[in-house]
């Protein structure tokens, strides 16, 4: 007989493998496949094999005497783990485990890392006629491979199989089956079994009885595969034993066709068998955690457009789970905040090394996210703000998108989402209450009182707290045993000293209630006559919103709440969250907030919900973690084709001179972002009140310039726009203004935007009529937006940090608002050099402007020139992280007109959210 | 030969069936198979089949052209579905599904419901010989039945199967192995097929090739089961058309010893298996769905006992899912806001008819939980209030229990949770910035304005608003267009015409902040001089938090929301949100917080954290919702063993003469339902106090006495302990008094407690040291509370709603405080003439009044008498349903004090929480 050459076989399987993985980690710098085995024996072997082919192994031994549950629980952390690509487990796990308890865990191995073949449900499909396996087990298979390299047919043969074992003889028998041979599977209750190896032309043998089948049982010419390992005494070997196969070799060879030697057959070819399905298991695990292969939603477009929570009640969103699973988010970078909303964990940051994941393309909008995602199948992620609700019940319109372009639920959307304002809320509170409870008790006390109850002695010994070092730094008091400070000391400490007259710090609340825009505080009898003028603004203006946007890590964010200035001291300095000892707390409350949120377009498309700094007195965009992490799951990296590109649309408040330019100055200084495009969104309607159209008065009919064609008030209107296009190309940003379709614009208006916006500068100008058409009304935006994006893209900012903080205000009135210059109030001159003085003024700037005009009028439309700024004060937000100068009155608490509404909005006999916008 | 007579045999399986549904069924009312099929063939014989036997059928029929996603759909739906046993689709799903796709199909029903067998997951068990599959597949396990049915041997018997086929070929095969038959299995590819059958002892043909198999193929003696169903033409039948078998009856019947007939062998029995199966399934789920297994977590103790946080943290928490399901909550009945804490859908309280679950049995303590639950094995669950953060960050003392009996995660427990009382916030803040808006446009503008702006013509259509027809009612006015309103019917519809003096709605923010109590609001220009004096409660004092926790759903709670008073006018009628138009905003607000948060204890067993009104002005406990539905979960229904009885632990705040009186008064009275015993904690130190030890002042020593064995202070403080224990007798409540053990507690002083209590009517009193041992210390206690809760109790008010108020007053007064009697402010006396004028009058009574006495005056220790009560006031909360009466001074906003707890809260490196308690 030729003898089956396992050895060798094995070796160009291993060889395979090995040319395999180099060949996929020259294309992928990042792929690895890893085998993580809880095993005991065999395990030198394999780990050597997987080493020579490129395979990490790891060997997780556990205690003999763990627990079913214990070894459960491994599996599940190796099942969760996506750098370990194949799992073992290595039986039997001892005398304390039952049968039933092996099977338990066999079973606790994900069928997709299975790379032995056992799970019920591998077994399941190898032995059905209908599909494969996701892995077949390694010992079987190499039987069949080596069955395979002699050449001859299977298919018609009879074929017996010797053994019924669960790892070996029953899998053969399927495996033989689905090979079309005729297959008799013989055991120990099997009658006549030499009369049945003598009707067959292949013979399998894994009983393991020393050399049981005989060469004189065989049909002559039939091909032996000896799967039997069993060792005989030997005197003539040094370890008293020789290892012989379950088929007498030197009779069956002289019979047989084909037989495989025992040792150098199967044996060697079981180790090769399962690096392949190693690989083959971490090649699929890479391409589907590669695959962003996002299922819209499907839309159903209404001619006449319903209301938004209409159209928003009609679609059912998909569970938040599978559209994280579908962008690539593993189950424990996930909590589900309900079934249709989630906060990404931030370790999605850390697990992959940034410099690999090219950065996506940022811009704005749903309907482009949905355009982009649903209809042209890119990666595309919306970062947008979290609504304030203080609006949500005050006047009209969502902040989710419109018609067929939003974001969903939308009433979760618009309602708490995962309570982050509450907690921005919680923290700016906290802060205002102990501002004025310590300086209550510091009316109150004596500067050895205030002292021995902030550093109190405590099961006899007394001790600073942690936060308190940093005053005692701040001070230049370097002693760490509270008993030695000085009095002088003490009451340096002690004593904040806050200025009442220069308390920055308002209250906040989500709720527009005008009585509290000024208010005056401490009026019961308990507070002793400690009053004073106080005020509430909403709470999408507190600082600590700004920090949340701006914070690059949970510790950012700390140094950040800390830095926060509240007052001054009546020395002059300036008095932090820290010196008041609440930054901790601060940085507690908010420590689920800094965690990006994660929804969904009417289209199923991820959204990106986080933070939303209220526009006039902060920048006005979404937070740079929300980027941040949709940049990470829309790149590409190395060796990824270009049509795998993804793209992160994240959103700037307001016009290109307020959300943009903060965007660019302040967001992306932060951050060390860069966006490649930007799109300016384009309305015939308000274009032409800037090109001198009327008024136009909620609740009071349209003027017939906005709902009959004017190309001429139109044309002068386009001004505006291309001012706004000549401010982008200042920051060396790439320009697509988006048309926003109404079904009263004639197409020569259209047109004319469009020429008067390529004439002015931009890259591309295209209309979209994403509201009543979704994602589909917006696909030629979405082609005009990759397109745009295409090549490199020149970035830079307006001005240097540096500069004085006169000279910074000026250069953007000058350039971005096209005003002659500034004028500062004394108050303002006076803020500006004591900034200056406290070591504030290389601060960005953030200008709260109005975002109707150009200039801080919100009267003057169009492209005004030949004014000048005025400057009432600058404030500052040290935490954040920029000093803003405030043009004109800026309403900072808005408030509830005769009929809000919160008349229309309920909840309908099916629970179901109806009236919001 | 004998024929097998299939139809025999399948009825007689049909019949055990059939009577073992009913003895189930007259075991457990609730119990019902159900089959649901996506089918179209073979319908009417199944659904004719299950009908008999008792099995519910329903069948599903999707369009032909229902894409694979809509079929998977539909499977999932009735995966989750807990009425369904089993599932069955019926293939082929048409032709524009792939195999891959039907394959997809097959795999999405969950293999615990595949009463056919045929998922890989069940196959694979099949075909293995270490384990049985959850189901076989009918038709090839109806041949194994009809061959034991012969009484002859498979073990050891040669067998042959003709056919591969995956529902009945090769499993059929797989089967015969497992019983020890030498099996050949042959196919289309096979050679010389009549050689082989000649040599089989057994033959089952599974090919659909008419009459194959001749008498002169047969072994003398085999036995034959024919699977084959084909039909041949025969112009003899009607139907042009005659039923044979693979085999050829007339001359196998020559040879064979026994033989199954086509019709009437293998067809009856594949549907008597069906049954079979879908009932062994439905007894299966039934086990499941009624088996409350909680894994409890190990708890470590260290004799040093750390600090709360530190316990917390150092236990990981079980995942909230896990929990869910221990607990007997399915999948879409859980909504998890991050991974260790979820809301609950009120759905459960739906699911199953109420009267058939006994009711748990009700106390208190989280401890107690943890021996019921853990150490015992109960199901029990713990319903709790959700602790407000003010206090969070300002005095020490957690509420999530202490030591090693704690809610865990402990920081989230003292944190957010699921953000119900930022909605309560939300929801009591719109109200009021509602109510001083109106005011202000009230103010502001004239009849004619008011009612043009309130009711305004849009789109050319002038509507009411829904809630608007509410105050119509009130009025009076039945007319429905707007523009029929007299003027003086506009001026009644559009002035509230609030009286500012008699408003009792304030703010809150869930902040302790002192310097809100009082404070003067609407105080810039904007608001034209408009102020007002007004004040911010702590958020839990909202009664919207008091509607929360007695809301019995959704519709009441927007009632009650809707029927809160905030004001009366200077016409002297009620002003109520319905009024305002808000109702609908608060509750969309608070739809979610309506829904029982689920956490664990320390060793995970399930607590509910629901609700949480403040003490002194509200009643209290936890929610009405989360009560029912932990009843729902912990109780039994007919059938169910004693062992099996579950127990709700619910909280009631402070002493028994508060917050037990208000829950057996208020609560119970809303609810309906009845708590089976009460327990009421004492502590040596406590029952020191109230003998006549001297003062405790936090920081400073402990005097000694509670230090120390003191038997005479101690013995004099039970009194109060006593009068507790007759308090509950009067609602008669069965009453065990756990005495919580402190280290410095002295073998004597525990046995005094025990005694004096057994002597003042208490069941039992027991010593329990959960805090240093957790469940394990509470063992006695938990084995006492089970014991006294034996037996039927006879729970009753202690005051009839009809009283007049004054009345009912005074009976609480009398009967829990002892007092001689009560004194009413002149104030009081109006406001009590107002209420019942205003019909009122039949509310339950809510005494705001100290913990610290039975009296109003905390200083009065022990058993106080001889004292009158005074009562200033009385508020109505209209929403909330009740009427309060103020004793003394209350304060309804904490303060901060020079050193808050904040200064040592933070995170650590690795974020998680620090310092908190």
């Not at 028998?173 to 067959?200: F, G, P, W, Y």
């Not at 994280?324 to 909590?335: F, K, S, T, V």
């Amino acid at each position: 007989a030729q003898k089956i050459d396992g050895t060798a076989t094995a070796k160009s399987i291993r060889d395979n493998v090995a040319s395999r993985i180099q060949e996929l980690k020259n294309k992928h710098a990042r792929f690895q496949p890893q085998l993580r085995p809880d095993s005991s024996a065999y395990v030198r072997m394999k780990a050597k094999a997987a080493e020579e082919v490129g395979i990490k192994y790891r060997h997780i031994a556990l205690p003999a005497e763990a627990t079913v549950d214990q070894v459960v629980e491994t599996v599940k952390t190796l099942n969760n783990d996506d750098s370990v690509s194949g799992i073992l487990v290595q039986l039997p796990l001892g005398d304390h485990v039952t049968a039933e308890g092996e099977r338990t865990v066999t079973e606790a191995v994900q069928p997709e890392k299975d790379v032995d073949g056992f799970h019920a449900y591998n077994i399941g499909h190898l032995s059905s006629r209908a599909s494969d396996p996701l892995f077949s087990p390694c010992t079987p298979t190499a039987v069949i491979r080596l069955l395979e390299s002699t050449g001859q047919p299977i298919s018609g043969a009879n074929a017996v199989v010797l053994g019924r074992s669960d790892i070996v003889g029953s899998p053969v028998a399927s495996m033989l089956r689905n090979r079309d041979a005729t297959v008799t599977q013989c055991h120990s209750r099997t009658k006549n079994i030499e009369a049945i190896v003598k009707n067959s032309d292949i013979v399998v043998s894994a009983i393991g009885k020393a050399e049981f089948v005989k060469g004189s049982w065989l049909k002559p010419g039939a091909i032996v595969i000896d799967v039997g390992i069993n060792y005989v005494p030997d005197s003539t070997k040094k370890s008293g034993q020789r290892l012989v196969g379950d088929v007498e070799y030197s009779s069956a060879a002289e019979v047989a066709s084909y037989i495989t030697p025992v040792p150098g057959g199967v044996g060697p070819m079981t180790v090769a068998m399962l690096m392949e399905n190693t690989l083959k298991s971490a090649e699929r695990l890479w391409e589907i955690s590669r695959d962003r292969k996002i299922k819209p939603l499907p839309l159903t477009l209404l001619e006449k457009v319903p209301s938004d929570i209409e159209i928003a009640m009609a679609q059912t969103p998909k569970p938040i789970t599978q559209l994280a699973q579908e962008i690539g988010l593993l189950p424990d970078e996930l909590e589900s905040y309900g079934k249709y909303k989630a906060k990404v964990e931030l370790s999605v940051l850390d697990l992959l090394p940034p410099h690999l994941f090219g950065e996506g393309k940022s811009t704005t909008t749903i309907g482009l996210a949905q355009a982009l995602g649903a209809e042209l199948g890119r990666p595309a992620f919306a970062c947008v703000r979290q609504p304030s609700q203080g609006p949500t019940f005050g006047i009209k319109g969502g902040a989710a998108g419109g018609g067929y372009s939003q974001v969903i639920p939308m009433d979760e959307f618009n309602l708490h989402v995962t309570g982050d304002i509450h907690a921005v809320t919680a923290a700016n509170n906290l802060l205002a209450a102990a501002l004025d409870a310590r300086m209550f008790h510091e009316a109150t006390q004596s500067d050895k009182a205030l002292y021995s109850r902030l550093v109190p002695t405590k099961k006899g010994k007394r001790e600073f707290a942690p936060l308190m070092f940093k005053r005692l730094h701040k001070l230049g008091i370097d002693k760490t045993n509270p008993n030695d400070l000085t009095p002088e000391e003490i009451t340096k400490f002690a004593r904040l000293d806050v200025d009442p007259e220069t308390i920055t710090w308002n209250r906040v609340l989500d709720t527009n209630d005008r009585f509290l825009r000024k208010i005056t505080i401490g009026r019961n009898p308990t507070e002793q006559g400690h009053e004073r003028e106080a005020g509430f603004d909403i709470a999408v203006a507190s600082e600590c919103m700004a920090v949340l946007a701006l914070a690059t890590s949970l510790e950012d964010m700390k140094n950040r709440l800390g830095a926060m200035v509240v007052a001054t001291s009546k020395q002059g300095d300036a008095i932090t969250a820290d010196d008041i000892g609440v930054t901790g707390a601060l940085t507690v409350l908010m420590k689920d907030a800094i965690k990006p949120n994660i929804m969904q377009t009417l289209q199923g498309t991820p959204v990106f919900v986080h933070a939303g700094p209220f526009a006039n007195i902060a920048h006005g965009n979404s937070s740079i973690l929300a980027d941040r992490v949709a940049l990470k799951l829309a790149g590409t990296e190395e060796g990824d084709s270009s049509d795998r590109v993804g793209y992160v649309l994240t959103e700037g408040g307001f016009g290109a001179d307020m959300g943009m330019e903060k965007f660019c100055n302040i967001k992306c200084r932060v951050s060390g972002l860069r966006p490649d495009a930007t799109v300016i969104v384009a309305t015939t309607r308000a274009l032409k009140m800037h090109g001198g159209g009327p008024d136009v008065t909620p609740g009071k009919a349209l003027h017939e310039t906005y709902t009959k064609e004017d190309l001429v008030t139109l044309k002068e209107g386009c001004k505006n726009l291309v001012k706004h296009i000549t401010n982008s190309r200042k920051f060396g940003i790439k320009v697509i203004v988006a048309i926003n379709q109404f079904a009263t614009d004639s197409p020569a208006e259209l047109a004319l935007i469009r020429d008067e916006a390529l004439a002015g500068g931009a890259d591309a100008a295209v209309v979209s009529n994403h509201w009543a058409e979704g994602g589909k009304g917006a696909r030629a935006l979405a082609e005009a937006v990759i397109a745009t994006c295409e090549g490199s893209s020149d970035f830079k900012f307006l001005y240097d940090l540096d500069l004085p903080i006169e000279q910074k205000i000026s250069i953007i009135s000058k350039e971005i608002y096209g005003a002659d210059g500034i004028e500062l109030s004394d108050q303002a001159q006076q803020q500006i050099a004591t900034y200056t003085r406290q070591g504030y003024g290389n601060l960005p700037i953030c200008m709260a402007k109005t975002q109707y005009s150009f200039s801080h009028d919100p009267k003057l439309k169009g492209v005004p020139s030949g004014f000048t700024i005025p400057i009432r004060s600058v404030r500052l937000s040290a935490g954040a992280g920029f000093l803003y100068p405030i043009l004109g009155d800026m309403q900072t608490m808005p408030g509830l007109g005769t009929r809000p509404g919160f008349w229309e909005v309920g909840v309908d006999e099916a629970g179901r959210v109806v009236g919001l916008f």
